[in-house]
């Protein structure tokens, strides 16, 4: 793994981020492993839309690039990880704080690595729920990611070129 690429330098990096700092996003957690990750968006008067309730852009803002980031830290170098399709299911306004916790099993880490061992393509997705103080989810986000061993990584003799997708639920 990268040397820069480590949980506490992720975290800091996205906290100062602009488009999470000026949101009200803050990475609240990192596991050592990348597999569990939690984010809280304040309520602040910068982020309210006009029925003075959470911004549904800063909600969806809020799970942007974490599963990505996540796979990177767990995958490493020999991988690449991409966003590839998102859609959010806005269930009730978001009227206090929220908060999302994201994780990677280990039984959706060994899919997508027997999936992609012969170089072949795979489309994990993820579904995360932003939750309002209360625990009321207000908000459900399906993620679809890109997931493919760089050529370098890859044996030429086994690619097939297959494209496969799977659902990894996160635990919560």
């Known amino acids: 793994m990268n040397q820069f690429y480590k949980p506490r330098i992720v975290k800091f990096a996205l906290n100062i981020w602009p488009p999470f700092w000026g949101a009200g996003i803050r990475i609240l957690h990192i596991s050592e492993d990348f597999r569990h990750v939690e984010i ?10 006009a029925n003075r309730t959470q911004y549904g852009g800063s909600i969806f803002s809020l799970t942007d690039p974490v599963y990505a980031l996540m796979l990177m830290g767990i995958l490493g170098k020999e991988y690449f990880v991409w966003d590839k399709q998102a859609e959010v299911n806005f269930l009730k306004p978001g009227q206090t704080d929220l908060k999302a916790v994201f994780t990677i099993s280990d039984q959706c880490i060994e899919d997508i690595k027997r999936s992609t061992a012969r170089g072949d393509k795979y489309f994990p997705e993820f579904i995360v729920n932003v939750s309002d103080s209360q625990g009321d989810v207000v908000a ?7 997931v493919r061993k760089k050529p370098q990584y890859r044996n030429a003799a086994l690619e097939e070129g297959e494209n496969r997708s799977g659902e990894c639920v996160s635990e919560q």
């Open 40 to 49: 809280c968006l304040k309520l602040r008067w910068w982020n309210k839309n």
């Open 140 to 146: 459900q986000v399906k993620r679809v990611l890109y």
